[in-house]
């Protein structure tokens, strides 16, 4: 039976270690044969961050959680390996539920510090009261590796605020375990989190895969266009980082090329894919652990010593963490530590990086983010009394310029008054205003305005026809696969402003005019061409079909896997006369499908590119003069040249694109070029 819970409980929770046990998985934890009942050791410890400094352990802490205040807190879970953190809606442990956890394979892990690596590390808002207690469950295993930790973190909702550790003041006991000898295990809470068999995870195992907003915005109608005229006043948009006229030396385009920050975290690094080199966590020399994190922590000081308040700094203790395990050496199992938040994804550059093909978006933080949308919905409500209600920011990407200014894609699901859900995707700009001297001395005094406005011609076409040109040669199920995943597209989405256009050179294994007859396609196009295959000359023969120079034309490859999305995001990134569009998607393993996620990004190509016809035509159309017998390397010079004309190339990871793998033998039955190394 559970004792009586008193006031001088707080401070500490509950802590067992079942040690000598293999393997990284909590699942594997609940396979030992004295789990939960008799661990080898029963300590406590003082906040919700430990690291004992061993090895092949498991533990479970448990306890109650004491919220600070009344609202909805979300919690963050972060350890290496996996861990589990479980909350009751109440005091009791019967009606505890799994709120987060960090893998269940046993291959996962995060720095300290690192709240944001996986999906499964935040949960859903959670609301507390500050007048009851909250029965909590931690469960850790640790194998033979890496710097070893768990920590539970939270924050409120409607705060703007980085996850803080849960610390001494906000836990207590379930239990005084002090003076009951090893055997004595009526009082141990036997919950949900103990038995394998009752612990229900989400279906998907790989962040990519699973639900995200961003899938299904397509669906949301648009608000109408006549509410967002005159919300903000027009301005010139002329980005610092577009060369226009600038001489190129050959595929030097590539260094031009700047990725957006996104906002929320679409997940889109690839964690299931990561190795040793994991382009997140650089090794230090000489260092024993093998990804180098534990200089993102400081080991608490022993009780004797925390009294002396030592400032946080670089972590101490080397030497614990160091020194050659021994027979019986003694484990301090309360061991706590401070914790630095680790952003790893706020180190990265917004320069295209070649040499890592599993990082994915780069992430924008809620503070940079968020009050541009509350400035943009303060200024649409201001012009309509109040008409829309947020329902959830679904997307906002920022393209940097720290010079004249950055350019922001807005998209947020509204309800209008009758509670009708209504999308908002919309381009807005804060231009960076240059002051006077007097200017600069009362900026001084008050807070900074956030200004924004329209930028003129810079604005994206929801109807724009697109035309996607794929050159085939004898790839007769790929063919087949292709027109009807296209003809998929039109079912799922009833969108007919796409047409399919396939440049035929020769076919013989099988008649595609009458396969695009047959389908269910609203638009196709169909050519035949005789001769070599040719790629460029193939491209640039479907460009020629199309007589409208204000649609959409996507150079295509055939091996590709289509989100419904697809169309939605080529209109919003493709602006006449401003940007085209090279999104970047995920090339599959060999045996893999879309269903499984295992691949990595096709960072180095750009032969998937999206751009209005008539800017198209005016950089010059393909190349089909130096890519006659060859092909790769020409969607490089295409690059150059879209842009020194002016013109932006928006690149952004996008979820559920993916590239089948295939066998090269026998492509073409011609032989294509790798293009410059």
């Known amino acids: 039976m559970p004792q009586a819970w008193k006031p001088e409980y707080k401070g500490r929770a509950n802590l067992h270690v079942f040690e000598d046990w293999c393997g990284s998985s909590t699942d594997g934890l609940r396979r030992n044969l004295h789990y939960p009942l008799y661990p080898h050791s029963r300590t406590t410890v003082h906040k919700l961050a430990v690291s004992p400094q061993w090895t092949n352990y498991g533990l479970r802490i448990f306890g109650y959680l004491h919220p600070y205040t009344d609202g909805e807190f979300v919690f963050s879970l ?61 469960i850790h295993k640790q194998n033979d590796k890496g710097t070893d930790h768990v920590e539970v973190a939270w924050k409120l909702l409607d705060e703007d605020s980085r996850f803080m550790v849960i610390e001494s003041k906000y836990i207590s006991l379930y239990a005084n375990e002090s003076a009951l000898l090893m055997n004595d295990v009526a009082h141990i809470p036997q919950t949900a989190a103990s038995h394998r068999d009752s612990v229900k995870r989400d279906a998907a195992t790989i962040d990519l895969l699973w639900e995200d907003p961003r ?66 966590y650089p090794e230090k020399p000489n260092h024993m652990k093998t990804s180098g994190v534990s200089r993102y922590m400081r080991l608490d000081p022993p009780d004797e010593l925390k009294k002396k308040n030592t400032p946080i700094g670089e972590p101490g203790r080397d030497k614990a963490l160091t020194s050659a395990h021994v027979v019986d050496k003694k484990v301090d199992w309360s061991q706590t530590f401070q914790v630095f938040h680790v952003d790893l994804h706020a180190k990265r550059t ?25 400035a943009f919905l303060a200024q649409l409500n201001k012009n309509h009394g109040d008409l829309f209600k947020l329902l959830r920011v679904v997307n906002v990407e920022k393209h940097l310029d720290g010079t004249q200014g950055s350019r922001y894609l807005l998209e947020l699901e509204l309800k209008d008054a009758q509670g009708q859900p209504l999308r908002l995707s919309h381009y807005i700009y804060t231009p960076i205003r240059r002051h006077t001297r ?28 697109i035309h996607f040109i794929v050159p085939v040669r004898n790839q007769a199920r790929w063919v087949q696969r292709l027109i009807d995943d296209m003809a998929g597209l039109f079912k799922a989405t009833g969108d007919t402003n796409f047409n399919l256009i396939i440049v035929d050179y020769n076919s013989t294994d099988m008649d595609v005019r009458a396969a695009l007859k047959k389908s269910s396609l609203p638009r196709y196009q169909y050519v035949k061409l005789s001769g070599n295959f040719e790629r460029s000359a193939g491209l640039q023969a479907g460009v020629n079909l199309i007589d409208d120079d204000h649609s959409i034309v996507f150079l295509c490859d055939l091996h590709i896997h289509f989100p419904p999305s697809i169309m939605d ?98 492509m073409w039955n011609h032989r294509m070029s790798s293009g410059p190394s």
């Open 215 to 280: 899938d299904a915005l397509h669906q949301v109608p648009l608000i109408d266009d006549s509410f967002l005229q005159g919300i903000l006043p027009s301005c010139e948009y002329k980005p610092s980082y577009t060369i226009k006229d600038y001489p190129l030396t050959r595929y030097q385009g590539l260094q031009f090329v700047h990725m957006s920050y996104v906002y929320p975290n679409d997940y889109t690094r690839l964690t299931h894919m990561e190795g040793a080199d994991s382009c997140f």
């Open 350 to 374: 917004n320069n295209l990086d070649l040499r890592c093909n599993i990082s994915g978006n780069l992430l924008l933080h809620s503070s940079d983010a968020l009050p541009v949308v509350t």
């Open 438 to 465: 007097s200017q600069d001395l009362d900026s001084q005094r008050s807070k900074p305005q956030l200004v924004l406005c329209n930028p003129i011609g810079f604005r994206w076409n929801p109807v724009a026809m």
């Open 78 to 138: 972060s350890s290496d390996d996996n861990s589990e953190f479980w909350l009751s809606t109440d005091e009791s442990p019967s009606n505890l539920r799994l709120l987060a956890w960090v893998g269940k394979t046993g291959s996962e892990w995060t720095a300290p510090g690192e709240f944001e690596k996986y999906t499964s590390q935040i949960c859903k808002a959670t609301r507390l009261s500050a007048h009851r207690r909250y029965f909590f469950e931690v």
């Open 569 to 666: 995001s080529i209109r919003k990134h493709c602006v006449e006369g401003f940007m085209a569009f090279a999104p970047v998607l995920m090339r599959l393993d060999c045996g893999a499908t879309p269903l499984e996620g295992r691949g990595y990004w096709e960072v180095h190509g750009f032969g998937l590119l999206g751009i209005y016809k008539s800017d198209l035509d005016a950089v010059g159309g393909m190349n089909t003069k130096e890519f006659t017998d060859r092909w790769g390397g020409e969607d490089w010079e295409l690059l150059d040249r879209i842009l020194q004309a002016g013109l932006e190339v928006e690149r952004i990871h996008l979820r559920n694109f993916f590239h089948h793998y295939h066998s090269k033998r026998g």
